[in-house]
Every structure is written in structure tokens, then in C-alpha cells.
């Protein structure tokens, strides 16, 4: 097998894993080479290879129920940034790419002037949160407060995580990828990929 076949391969085995539990992509990654029997120092596939397999698997498999997941997972995500508008959130991670389903969490990214204060907010409105250390976009630690939301259309509880950066990490942020398209995405945009959905 080439080095092209063998990244495959754990691309698209990582990719079943992403859809059908729910795990994050670099764990996938791991498990799959794992699951593959490969050398723990096999090349692994880069994210927009695995996102490339993510996206096939869905439309294979999941082609009939994922549109709907992905819809009020969105709706959901915007529930939030409205409720944390003063902290200008941007959604990132599946929920924005559009390859999330109903195993998947939502991550947005507040970008505040004080770090406590969009933790204040949620004290003062009786939100119950759980902190912890992630790493961030920009491979630093950053704090994360995950919250247990009702998805209503989904009848599940979705991890909602707000990861906490400083309002100068804006800078940078809105980079495009190396498909040209934004990483992360505001109120604004997220109302406008609802939009053309429910044009669809």
C-alpha cells in the first residue's frame, strides 16, 4: 500500500468515527491508526483530508438525516451567540463547517474585553457550567465553560462550550482556510447559512 493509500484509509476510518461517535478529530486519528494496526508514527491524514472523508461518509450514510441535525444544531448555536452577544461570539467546529451531526458539540469562541465576565453572566443567570483548560485556535490554552443544552428537535442534551479568548485574538481570527473559506463565522453569518438551508 502507498503512503497516499494508508492516509486514506485512516482518513476515511477516523471519518466513521467522527460520525458515528461523536469523537474529535485528532483522538479519531489516533484510534484509527490504532484500529488499523499502523506504526504509532504513521503519518496521519491533514484536517482537510479528514474533513474531504467526513464529508463522504455523510453523504453516503447519513445523507437523509444529517441536514436536519446540522439545521437545529445551528439553530441551537444561535439561540447562544444571541444570549452572548456582548461577548462577540463566532462559531467554529462542525456545527459552522456544516459536517456536524447529532452526536456533535457546539463550540463558540467569545472574544471579551474581561475573560470572568462572560463566566459572570452565566452565574448571574443561573447557568450551570462546567470550566476546564482546552487548547485554543492559536495552540495556547485558553478556558472553556461547557454548558448541557436541550436541542428540542433533536430530544438530546448538546455540549455547548464557549472557549474564552481575549478580545485582541480577534486579530487573526478570521483568516480563510486553505479552501479559501472562513474558519469561524458571527450572528450574521450564521442567520445567513440558516437561511439558504431553509431555502434549499
Given at each position: 500500500m502507498?503512503?497516499?493509500?494508508?492516509?486514506?484509509?485512516?482518513a476515511q476510518t477516523a471519518a466513521r468515527m467522527v460520525v458515528e461517535e461523536g469523537l474529535e478529530w485528532g483522538p479519531a486519528k489516533q484510534r484509527a491508526v490504532?484500529?488499523?494496526?499502523?506504526?504509532?508514527?504513521?503519518?496521519?491524514?491533514?484536517?482537510?483530508?479528514?474533513?474531504?472523508?467526513?464529508?463522504?461518509?455523510?453523504?453516503?450514510?447519513?445523507?437523509?438525516t444529517q441536514p436536519q441535525e446540522l439545521h437545529a444544531?445551528?439553530?441551537?448555536?444561535?439561540?447562544?451567540?444571541?444570549?452572548?452577544q456582548e461577548f462577540r461570539p463566532?462559531?467554529?467546529?462542525?456545527?459552522?463547517?456544516?459536517?456536524?451531526?447529532?452526536?456533535?458539540?457546539?463550540?463558540?469562541?467569545l472574544f471579551c474585553d474581561d475573560p470572568k465576565s462572560a463566566e459572570i453572566a452565566l452565574i448571574n443567570n443561573h447557568?450551570?457550567?462546567?470550566?476546564?483548560?482546552?487548547?485554543?485556535?492559536?495552540?495556547?490554552?485558553?478556558?472553556?465553560?461547557?454548558?448541557?443544552?436541550?436541542?428540542?428537535?433533536?430530544?438530546?442534551?448538546?455540549?455547548?462550550?464557549?472557549?474564552i479568548y481575549d478580545r485582541d485574538d480577534m486579530r487573526g481570527a478570521m483568516k480563510p482556510d486553505s479552501g479559501g473559506r472562513s474558519p469561524r463565522g458571527d450572528a450574521k453569518a450564521l442567520r445567513k447559512l440558516l437561511e439558504e438551508e431553509s431555502d434549499d
Open positions: 502507498s503512503l497516499d493509500d494508508v492516509t486514506a484509509e485512516i490504532r484500529q488499523l494496526g499502523l506504526p504509532a508514527r504513521t503519518a496521519l491524514p491533514d484536517n482537510d483530508q479528514l474533513e474531504a472523508a467526513i464529508r463522504e461518509y455523510i453523504e453516503l450514510f447519513c445523507g437523509d444544531l445551528r439553530e441551537l448555536a444561535l439561540v447562544w451567540m444571541d444570549r452572548l463566532y462559531l467554529a467546529g462542525a456545527v459552522w463547517r456544516g459536517t456536524a451531526t447529532r452526536l456533535s458539540d457546539i463550540y463558540l469562541q447557568v450551570q457550567y462546567e470550566p476546564s483548560t482546552v487548547t485554543g485556535f492559536q495552540g495556547k490554552p485558553v478556558e472553556a465553560l461547557s454548558i448541557h443544552a436541550l436541542c428540542q428537535p433533536l430530544g438530546e442534551t448538546v455540549g455547548v462550550h464557549l472557549m
